[in-house]
Structures are given as structure tokens and as C-alpha cells.
């Protein structure tokens, strides 16, 4: 929805392992969301990015995710040393400005063995 | 403690009929409220929204209500159709997030069946 891609659709890794996500909007949203959803959960919010101010972290559920956004566009979400409970779908969403609407991309489930 | 209950895990309608699929939320600072409609391995879909200022929104067979004093919205689909079949999942916003992100706050969602 609204042009946002994200890469990959799928990921594996085993426990310890770090991992990156990628969330490619289309240009024009300056603001730039991480959700997850774990199993049987709504969304959880984890972080925002709007234009050059610094990030709103305040979801980031430990000290190892850490997410970037370069040039105002692509997005990195990064867990270090992933544990099983990472597992879930992890969405990327974007808010156009003065909207309050926000478009999510089709997610990447990752499962931590 | 969850702030946005869907109290309802699923629901099952006759096609043709009516499909209500209700919300409540606890934090008086929500102004905004949106319903999404997620089918499996994709993203959620925005459908419908409504600000505080309203009691009712509606777009084609999809209507929402907003009850403030009761802290309390629903949507109402009318005629549902088996292409409705999906999970839904209500959202909410304030205007006093972090550093105004308006970030979400979701609803653990429905799962809505039409039958033929």
C-alpha cells in the first residue's frame, strides 16, 4: 500500500544471529513507522522517524534493536543477537504530511529457531 | 495494560448482511481512530477513519460510530461480502505521543468470516 516495499518477506535465523530489515517507502513521506506483530498480538510500535528530528525510540523493546533512516528515505531495522521472542512480522508504515492516515508495506515475518 | 480492546476474537456473518465489529479504548487523549483490514501475509489495509470531533464516518459499505462518552467505536459493514473475510483491527492516535509521532496504538483484532 502507498508504494512501500520491504525486503526480505521472509527471514530465518538462529538465536545469536543479527539481522536487517529494509522498508523502502516511495519519496514524499517524511514520516516513516516500525511496527511488529507477534502471534495472536495487535501491532506494536517501535520507532519513528520524521524528517531530520531525531527518532521517537521509545517503543524499542531492548538495547538491541537499533533502526536508521538514510536521506530521509530507506529504512533499516536491526536486531542484534536475536533471541526467539523476535520472532513476529515486522511492518514498515508512512504518514503522509498533516495526514494521520498511516500505509503499511506487506511486512517481513522473521523467526528466530 | 491495554489501551485499544477488541474484545470480540471473531465473527461470523451471512453474506448480505450486516457486520458490526466493535472497539473500545481507555485513554481519554486518543482523538483519532482508524480501522484496518489485514488479510494473511500482507500488511494491514487502511480502511475507514474518524476524528473525535465526529460521531460518524462513512465510505461506501463501511461506516464507522464513535461514542466518546463511552469510549467506544464500531464498524458496520452493510452488505458484507465474502471478500470481507479478513482480520480487522482497530486503531488509535493521539495528538500527545512522543515527539508528536501520532503513533498507533492497535487493537488485538477481529477476524471477520463472511459465509455464502
Known amino acids: 500500500g502507498a508504494g512501500v516495499s520491504q525486503s526480505p518477506s521472509n527471514k530465518v535465523t538462529e538465536k545469536g544471529k543479527d539481522v536487517e530489515l529494509r522498508c523502502d517507502p516511495i519519496?514524499?513521506?517524511?514520516?516513516l513507522y516500525w511496527y511488529r506483530q507477534s502471534l495472536g498480538q495487535g501491532l506494536e510500535f517501535l520507532i519513528y522517524?520524521?524528517?531530520?528530528?531525531?527518532?521517537?525510540k521509545s517503543g524499542l523493546p531492548s538495547d538491541r534493536f537499533s533502526a536508521e533512516r538514510t536521506g530521509g528515505s530507506v529504512s533499516t531495522l536491526t536486531i542484534q543477537r536475536t533471541q526467539q521472542e523476535d520472532s513476529a512480522v515486522y511492518l514498515c508504515?508512512?504518514?503522509?504530511?498533516?495526514?494521520?492516515?498511516?500505509?503499511f508495506g506487506p511486512g517481513t515475518r522473521l523467526t528466530v529457531l | 495494560d491495554q489501551q485499544v480492546k477488541q474484545n470480540s476474537p471473531s465473527l461470523s456473518v451471512q453474506e448480505g448482511r450486516i457486520s458490526i465489529l466493535n472497539c473500545d479504548y481507555t485513554?481519554?487523549?486518543?482523538?483519532?481512530f482508524l480501522w484496518y483490514k489485514k488479510y494473511p501475509a500482507e500488511g494491514p489495509t487502511f480502511l475507514i477513519s474518524?476524528?473525535?470531533?465526529?460521531d460518524k464516518n462513512e465510505d461506501g459499505r463501511f461506516t464507522v460510530f464513535l461514542n466518546k462518552s463511552a469510549k467506544h467505536l464500531s464498524l458496520h459493514i452493510v452488505p458484507s461480502q465474502p471478500g470481507d473475510s479478513a482480520v480487522y483491527f482497530c486503531?488509535?492516535?493521539?495528538?500527545?505521543?512522543?515527539?508528536?509521532?501520532?503513533?498507533?496504538?492497535f487493537g488485538k483484532g477481529t477476524k471477520l468470516s463472511v459465509i455464502p
Open positions: 508504515a508512512v504518514r503522509g504530511q498533516g495526514a494521520r492516515e498511516q500505509f
Open positions: 519519496s514524499g513521506h517524511t514520516a
Open positions: 522517524f520524521q524528517g531530520n528530528s531525531a527518532p521517537d
Open positions: 485513554n481519554s487523549m486518543f482523538d483519532y
Open positions: 474518524i476524528s473525535s470531533i465526529k
Open positions: 486503531a488509535a492516535s493521539s495528538p500527545y505521543s512522543g515527539a508528536g509521532s501520532y503513533q498507533l496504538t
